[in-house]
């Protein structure tokens, strides 16, 4: 779904040659890179690239990594980030598109060098399960591996067991040396990955045309949601909390197409293309990004408000708290925009670090523990010792 104005172009500035690194020229570097579209089928709805080493080249994100808590995430997962060239993140259509993947999104990872990628598509699936039973198996004559079933398929005549155990469809690959899959769907939307890349479908010819050369690229087919959003907006106005939103969901409704590129050294090389259907649609778009960062700027000062009346919050929670928003403000405040005919150009002004520090802030608060409520004055519940504010590990 269309979420916020971001990136542009950053060219690649250095790669592997054999054995040595070799700094490629301006114009090498300028040169738009194509996505490789082998492992992308038309059951795919959105693509987002994500290119971690060219990410840790913001400072932000650089200090981000040498965070304790997040690092230990990195550990459990078997392997460097840093050595993977290229993440894909394959975003499924909705599940009443026909043919419809059965699972979440499915991943592509790309390695600068060769890689035990056995031990690695095996070790992906037991870091997080480590109860259930990993076996290979052989899929479109790739070596594979997925969950073993602790019990049998129940027959059609049989009622279907409550306590049977939950066993995960997620599968591995080893594709290549280099290239590890993960598909959440089984063995059927695996083999789809496998033998046959995109044919037709709404995001084939914007895949083509599409530059990766950015920190991050998110490409984003519309039409497969738009059912989706309308069900979801119908929900929220007729429920008895209904309350104005942030009309992300009604200018994605207008599109056909939203191309996002973030750039986390240089917010200013930020954008986003959003592209509707006719100029009436566009019209639409560029009206609701100024009702969209009116409602966010609103609701941001209520949120501050609303943190004024918690006196039982820590000083140093209201801070992190304080800084997001700021931070979001700054972003906010960026925000420029043009029309074009069917097109909307989104784009980001200020700040080179804007981006990555606001990447920095929202990751690291997604590990903060979130501060239980003491009870109130005067209650007879008493007070238990897990009510407490957590204090970071860097407190004197």
């Excluded at 490789?36 to 840790?56: A, E, K, R």
């Excluded at 591995?172 to 993960?182: G, I, K, N």
């Excluded at 941001?300 to 918690?310: P, V």
């Excluded at 074009?340 to 990751?363: C, E, I, P, Q």
Aim: hydrophobic fraction near 45%.
């Amino acid at each position: 779904m269309c979420k916020r104005a971001l990136v542009a172009i950053f060219p690649v500035l250095a790669f592997l040659a054999g054995l040595s690194a070799q700094v490629v020229t301006a114009a090498e570097a300028a040169r738009p890179r194509p996505l490789d579209l082998t492992y992308i089928t038309d059951d795919f709805c959105g693509v987002v690239v994500l290119h971690p080493q060219q990410m840790v080249r913001s400072p932000a994100v650089a200090a981000l990594l040498k965070n304790e808590d997040f690092a230990t995430v990195f550990k459990e997962v078997g392997f460097d980030p840093l050595k993977l060239v290229e993440v894909l993140m394959l975003l499924p259509a909705p599940q009443e598109a026909p043919g419809a993947r059965s699972g979440g999104p499915s991943f592509v990872l790309r390695f600068s060098s060769p890689v035990d990628a056995d031990a690695l598509a095996k070790a992906m699936l037991g870091k997080p399960w480590k109860s259930l039973q990993v076996v290979p198996v052989t899929v479109a004559g790739k070596k594979c591996y997925k969950f073993e079933a602790a019990l049998e398929e129940p027959a059609k005549t049989e009622p279907e067991r409550r306590d049977r155990p939950f066993v995960p469809r997620t599968i591995t690959c080893v594709a290549d040396s280099r290239t590890v899959l993960a598909c959440p769907g089984g063995e059927a939307d695996l083999k789809k990955m496998l033998t046959g890349g995109a044919t037709k479908g709404p995001l084939l010819e914007p895949l083509r045309r599409l530059d990766v050369t950015d920190d991050l690229v998110l490409l984003m087919a519309m039409e497969p949601m738009h059912k989706q959003i309308e069900r979801e907006l119908a929900r929220a106005k007729a429920s008895p909390r209904s309350s104005p939103e942030v009309p992300l969901d009604e200018i994605a409704l207008q599109l056909q197409i939203a191309t996002i590129k973030l750039n986390l050294s240089d917010a200013s090389q930020s954008s986003a293309v959003l592209q509707a259907a006719d100029a009436a649609g566009a019209a639409k778009v560029d009206e609701q990004i100024k009702v969209f960062r009116q409602s966010a700027k609103a609701g941001i000062s209520e949120e501050r408000k609303r943190l004024a009346t918690r006196a039982e919050m820590p000083e140093e929670f209201r801070k992190e708290m304080e800084g997001m928003m700021s931070v979001a403000e700054k972003l906010l405040d960026a925000l420029t925009w043009a029309k074009s005919g069917t097109r909307v150009t989104v784009t980001l002004k200020g700040d080179k670090g804007l981006m990555g520090d606001a990447l920095a802030k929202m990751l690291l608060a997604m590990w903060r523990p979130i501060p239980a409520r003491p009870p109130k004055a005067g209650s007879d519940i008493p007070k238990p010792a897990d009510t407490e504010f957590p204090k970071r590990s860097d407190n004197k």
